[in-house]
T-cell receptor, first 115, second 114 residues
Framework: DAGVTQSPTHLIKTRGQQVTLRCSPK?????VSWYQQALGQGPQFIFQ???????QRGNFPDRFSGHQFPNYSSELNVNALLLGDSALYLC??????????????FGAGSRLTVL | GQSLEQPSEVTAVEGAIVQINCTYQ??????LSWYQQHDGGAPTFLSY????GLEETGRFSSFLSRSDSYGYLLLQELQMKDSASYFC???????????????FGKGTRLHILP
């Protein structure tokens, strides 16, 4: 049973560039949430996708955008990269968005370095 | 606003018991979860408390008191492999919003001494 897969695992960009990160949820899951984790910090919620719609959003600027596809996979796009965007980007999948959907399954993350 | 507070670091000896506390403040609340993350790894789910009381899963137990907005993770018979960061997380729902999200604390780094 495949878990959550993310790509790429590592990437280096320069300021001002754009990046796209990809995520395939665990088999049977239909909801994808994206988190940003700086070194030594907890995951910060970026947004959540369900039924191909953005359902919830954290305190991130519009430079951060996403998409969910009919097969439940998802992309995270970040435009006009800043040095402060350097972090581990985690994708987490779950089943549904109701109160009972309390368990997140995380991917190994995409480590983004902005120079 | 939303906030979760947990100690930044805890040190314990192999074979001992350690408790990691978490206090939270959210606009809505639907349960407290705990996740473990080893260096370079992904967070993995450990436990969930939706109601007050103690939940036990092997060497790990988790407690919740909704009236105190407080919970803890208890690790028994500590092993070196338990050295990791531990995050409490709450499901938060805003009034009038049809959906909710899970937000995380900053994490507690657990050091195990031989």
């Amino acid at each position: 049973d495949a878990g959550v897969t993310q790509s790429p695992t590592h990437l280096i960009k320069t300021r001002g560039q754009q990046v796209t990160l990809r995520c395939s949820p665990k088999s049977g899951h239909d909801t994808v949430s994206w988190y940003q984790q700086a070194l030594g910090q907890g995951p910060q919620f970026i947004f959540q996708y369900y039924e191909e719609e953005e359902r919830q959003r954290g305190n991130f600027p519009d430079r951060f955008s996403g998409h969910q596809f009919p097969n439940y996979s998802s992309e995270l796009n970040v435009n006009a990269l800043l040095l402060g965007d350097s972090a581990l980007y985690l994708c987490a999948s779950s089943l549904g968005v109701a109160v009972g959907a309390n368990v997140l399954t995380f991917g190994a993350g995409s480590r983004l370095t902005v120079l | 606003g939303q906030s979760l507070e947990q100690p930044s670091e805890v040190t314990a000896v192999e074979g001992a018991i350690v408790q990691i506390n978490c206090t939270y403040q959210t606009s809505g609340f639907y349960g407290l979860s705990w996740y473990q993350q080893h260096d370079g790894g992904a967070p993995t789910f450990l436990s969930y408390n939706g109601l007050d009381g103690l939940e036990e899963t092997g060497r790990f137990s988790s407690f919740l008191s909704r009236s105190d907005s407080y919970g803890y993770l208890l690790l028994q018979e500590l092993q070196m492999k338990d050295s990791a960061s531990y995050f409490c997380a709450v499901r938060d729902q805003r009034s009038g919003n049809r959906d909710d999200k899970i937000i995380f604390g900053k994490g507690t780094r657990l050091h195990i001494l031989p």
